[in-house]
């Protein structure tokens, strides 16, 4: 488990809302994986480039892989710091990603997020990508 003294490359606060929220009044597990791509589309926008910047010049992200551990559920109108760190490893980009409940800090969810990089469609190592990451990627 992560805990709250690792070091992030980013955090951002999401609040929930109603329409999260399955017939048990907790957010709907899918959710989850929204709030984590919302983080990283925040993340994008911190290192200068968008998801639609990219794709303009033929490069695109997808998802290769996510493993997600729910630890914690929330309810309407909690927040949560979504947090994320970045590495790379050969052509895949992966992204440790942790949610808590925001302020106390109790772990919500702890997920690896793995990315590939296509260039106009066909799959390449990402050095473009890596380019626009360089300050992250350890």
């Known amino acids: 488990m992560t805990d709250r003294t690792t070091e992030y490359d980013f955090e951002t606060l999401i609040s929930v809302r109603d329409y999260e929220l399955d017939v048990q009044g907790i957010v709907n597990n899918a959710n989850y994986l929204h709030y984590l791509e919302h983080t990283r589309h925040e993340f994008c926008h911190e290192a200068g480039t968008s998801f639609r910047t990219m794709h303009a010049r033929g490069i695109d992200p997808v998802l290769r892989h996510v493993s997600i551990e729910y630890l914690t559920p929330l309810t309407s109108g909690q927040q ?18 942790d949610i808590y409940r925001h302020p106390d800090g109790v772990p919500v969810v ?10 106009n469609g066909a799959l390449s190592r990402g050095d473009i990508l890596a380019e626009a990451f360089e300050k992250y990627l350890r």
């Open 110 to 119: 702890k997920a690896e997020v793995t990315v590939v990089c296509l260039e």
């Open 80 to 97: 949560m710091r979504s947090c994320l760190r970045l590495r790379r490893k050969g052509p895949r980009f992966i992204f440790q990603q």
